[in-house]
């Protein structure tokens, strides 16, 4: 007995017994259906010449189902095979087959959000609450989460205003990440708020929905107590900002909006920074604190249009390196230009070498998913911006980048963020999907290739970047390639030479950008590209113009002009003059040394931009010293020169309003303005002066117009365009480092019209300097009106402050030519006022305006400068006033 023999021949014993009662069935039913005289010995012989035939078929039907059993199960085996030999292939990133579904609830209701996701291996999904993840640990009783065989939910348990929020279901792989989001409103109802805080029309959205509106019955006012400070850090530790938050009328029932900054820039929470709000305090956490991190910090608090904020800066120092006297790790690492295998890394250098120059920079990758860093160089580069290769399409990369000198490696950066390795035009095409998975893998997919088209040239070929370790290519997919994607292959050769070799000998790239290196520092080179795909490789293209390998970006020349200003008791303003012809400028690095010790702090660890930085942590009552480089992608400039040590006190003002303004020449259509410098400066230097000034139309002053829109350095200034016979008056305010000054009042109503006298006009610009108990020495400068003639000479007058104005007496009493005078034979402790009346052939003219009271004493600290002039010319006296006079005003 043998089944298989006898299913292979396809009869058994029990189908030959039924297949000869069939016959005879069919026989008998044959005999009586027609009536005839058919024997039924001729039936039973044509039924079994019947039986023999049906009984072949079969045979020949049975063995070749057989066949196509054992084809399709060889088939089924080699599929198994190939599958096992590219696991890939059995993997997929993450797909959402159920969406989780938006929600408006009434407050006190439970929700819950549901969604199913597929992908292989299994994905772990996270939920996140405006991109901040949900812990359940955090908030017992109030979320649970559960994930059951590819299904997922979040339940909310009783809703109230401050669950309001977009919710994100985050699924990940080791193939990728892919997100969905759903939005949760939670309602109140009406009859829950007091519409006495409210006028009429000034809410512009419905109560019923909860929502902080757009528009308050008055201004609120909000107050910041127990606020957080100019704050310092070290990389790797936990930092947090906070601040009490006091608001007047307190309505319990609508939340203000908590917006925090870094620089200007409004920040997101992430897996770097949370952020929350009790309800009475807002606070900022940094859970790992990077340099990145460095920046001025401010808290905004809003109530609808109205809002107040409070700033402090925060400072985050270098971690401690892991070998002694390894360079401080670089920040903020970038990813630029990403292609399908192909990505620039630019980087900030960082601002402390460890004692000895930074020698280059390693850049390592990781592919998202996996924990595996390999390094991409194997020199390290000088130049802040590298570009990857080789890289695999679809895939997502994250990097960071480490420093090098003598003494060892630094620590590594923070990770950039990631990034696939895609097509732009790919990459903008998700973009505008609103579920595209920004940080995972991406499944490519390309279309059905045409065969047969060999690809055209490429075009457009140039280089958008060239330092001496590298060259980067640049160029355009050519125009005639069918429906098939298109590779390339790179070749160079030596400028002056037709020996063409090509760079990437074994793999095509992808991109239409490459890097290529190994390149001789000094020789010039040029490049063309060749096209290829199924078809064949296609015909070169233009090659590029002869290019020298070298840096082409200039490290940034030295910055200039340092000066320091006070502050506070703990800080100090820094200014500085831009370096020149900078290019690519990144910013600023600042250091700090106490006057005579020889070392040197930074400032800052993040470069600035702009040429104003306070540098804060300083000790009170000591001289700083300051110097200041820049740094752009090349490099860091050489540090520029120390500035003048300054103490570390109090903090300067903006000066107060300069007074005694007079007019002094007016011709048709113009005037000259004089006035005194303000009683107190601010604790700076004044930088100049502004005027503004206003027309006067039968008594009635107009609007205030600006005379000057850069501040003038003298304290004289000529208004023009102004109208003949018009009146009009003026105001003046100073300016310092702090900022400016209030500006003085309105003077007097003064008519632009044509001065028409012979004689001079007033002198003005009075100083009294070299103050002694019996003398002193008055300096002033020439009137602007000189009259019908020159000024000849001048008078001094003098009176005692007290004195009426019949008191004032000449000290001299022929003119002098001089702008300045010695006025001998003072009193001592009495106080005095000096004026200037300038002469010509004419006569004598208008008294300048009077000094401030001025006491006769000898100050404690007073001392005489003496000169000692070699004398060549014969004109010591000339020379001798000459450098008084400038030492005096200066």
Excluded at 185 to 208: C, I, Q, W
Excluded at 643 to 670: F, G, H, M, Q
Aim: aromatic residues 10%; charged residues 25%; proline residues 6%.
């Amino acid at each position: 007995y043998n089944p298989l023999q006898m299913y292979v021949s396809g009869i058994t014993d029990t189908e030959e017994e039924r297949i000869k009662e069939s016959a005879a069935y069919i026989a008998r039913r044959n005999l009586f259906a027609t009536g005839e005289g058919i024997s039924a010995t001729r039936v039973a012989t044509s039924s079994s010449t019947e039986e023999q035939h049906e009984k072949k078929s079969r045979k020949v039907a049975i063995r070749e189902s057989a066949e196509r059993l054992a084809l399709k199960k060889t088939l089924e085996e080699t599929e198994e095979f190939h599958r096992k030999l590219n696991e890939d292939k059995l993997l997929h990133a993450p797909e959402f087959v159920i969406k989780p579904r938006s929600h408006t609830v009434w407050e006190k209701q439970n929700v819950k959000l549901h969604c199913t996701v597929t992908g292989w291996p299994e994905p772990r999904l996270t939920w996140y609450k405006n991109n901040v993840p949900i812990n359940v640990h955090t908030h017992p009783g109030k979320y649970f989460i559960e994930s059951r065989y590819g299904m997922h939910s979040l339940e909310i348990n009783k809703c109230d205003f401050e669950d309001t929020a977009q919710y994100r279901a985050s699924a990940m792989n080791v193939k990728g990440e892919l997100s969905a989001y759903a939005s949760l409103v939670v309602k109140r109802y009406k009859g829950e708020f007091d519409a006495s805080y409210f006028h009429a029309g000034t809410v512009t959205m419905p109560l019923s929905f909860g929502v902080t509106p757009h528009g308050y019955a008055s201004k609120f006012e909000i107050h910041f107590v127990d606020k957080f400070e100019v704050t310092f850090g070290r990389e790797g530790e936990t930092m947090s900002l906070g601040c009490t938050v006091i608001i007047h009328p307190d309505i319990k029932r609508f939340h203000p909006e908590i917006q925090w900054y870094r620089n200007g820039v409004l920040i997101t929470p992430s897996k770097w920074v949370q952020m929350h709000w009790s309800g009475e305090r807002a606070t900022l956490t940094l859970a790992h604190a990077n340099k990145e991190d460095e920046g001025l910090y401010t808290l905004r608090v809003v109530m609808g249009d109205y809002y107040e904020q409070y700033s402090g800066y925060v400072f985050v120092r270098d971690a401690d390196a892991e070998m002694p006297g390894a360079p401080a790790s670089p920040l903020d690492v970038e990813c630029l230009d990403a292609n399908k295998d192909y990505v620039i890394i630019s980087w900030k250098q960082p601002a402390v070498d460890g004692g000895s120059p930074v020698l280059g920079y390693f850049i390592d990758k990781c592919e998202v998913g996996t924990t595996h860093w390999s390094q991409c160089n194997e020199t390290p580069v000088k130049f802040a911006r590298f570009p990857v290769t080789g890289l695999i399409e679809g895939r997502s990369y994250i990097f960071r980048v480490r420093a090098v000198n003598k003494a060892g490696i630094s620590i590594p950066s923070r990770v950039s963020e990631p990034v696939a390795a895609l097509d732009p035009a790919d990459r903008a095409r998700l973009r505008s999907h609103p579920s595209a998975p920004w940080t995972g893998q991406i499944i490519v997919t390309e279309e059905e290739p045409a065969e047969g088209v060999v690809p055209g040239p490429p075009s457009d070929l140039h280089v958008i970047e060239a330092t001496k370790n590298y060259v980067v290519l640049s160029w355009k997919p050519p125009g005639e390639r069918g429906h098939e994607g298109v590779m390339y292959f790179v070749e160079k050769c030596t400028a002056g030479t037709e020996n063409w070799q090509r760079v990437n000998t074994e793999i095509p790239v992808k991109s239409p950008r490459f890097a290529v290196f190994d390149l001789a520092e000094g020789k010039s080179y040029r490049f063309r590209v060749r096209c290829c795909n199924s078809a064949g490789i296609g015909e070169p293209s233009e090659a590029t113009e002869a290019t020298v390998v070298g840096d082409k970006l200039d490290i940034p020349k030295v910055p200039g002009r340092i000066i320091p200003t006070r502050n506070t008791d703990t800080s100090v303003v820094v200014t500085w003059t831009e370096s020149k012809d900078a290019k690519e400028l990144v910013g600023y690095y600042v250091e700090a040394s106490i006057a005579g010790s020889g070392h040197w702090e930074p400032s800052n660890n993040n470069p600035v931009k702009g040429t104003r930085f306070i540098c804060h942590g300083l000790l009170t009552g000591e001289n700083y010293i300051f110097r200041v480089r820049a740094v752009n992608a090349a490099g860091l400039s050489e540090y520029s020169q120390e500035s003048e040590a300054i103490e570390v006190k109090a903090a300067i003002a903006a000066p107060s309003p300069p007074y005694d303004i007079t007019v002094l020449e007016s011709v048709r259509d113009s005037m000259v303005l004089g006035w005194k410098q303000p009683k107190i400066i601010g604790g700076a230097e004044i930088t100049g002066y502004y005027v503004n000034y206003r027309e006067v139309i039968d008594g009635v002053p107009g609007k205030w117009n600006e005379a000057n829109i850069k501040p003038v350095s003298e304290r004289a200034y000529r208004i023009h365009n102004l109208k003949e016979n018009m009146v009009y008056q003026f105001q003046v305010a100073a300016a310092n480092l702090a900022g400016v000054g209030t500006p003085s009042p309105p003077t007097r109503s003064f008519k632009c019209e044509e001065w028409t006298i012979a004689v001079p006009g007033p002198p003005h610009d009075l100083l009294c300097t070299e103050v002694r108990k019996d003398s002193l020495v008055l300096l002033w400068k020439p009137p602007v009106y000189i009259g019908r003639n020159p000024v000849t000479g001048y008078y001094v007058d003098v009176k005692e402050t007290e004195a009426t104005d019949e008191h004032w007496r000449s000290v001299n009493e022929k003119p002098i030519a001089n702008k300045f005078l010695k006025v001998s034979g003072l009193k001592e402790g009495v106080s005095y006022l000096f004026r200037v009346r300038a002469t010509n052939q004419a006569g004598v003219g208008k008294p300048s305006d009077t000094t401030d009271p001025v006491v006769a004493e000898t100050r404690p600290g007073s001392f005489t400068l003496l000169f000692c002039i070699c004398i060549n010319t014969g004109s010591y006296l000339s020379d001798m006033l000459i450098i008084r006079e400038y030492t005096q005003r200066n």
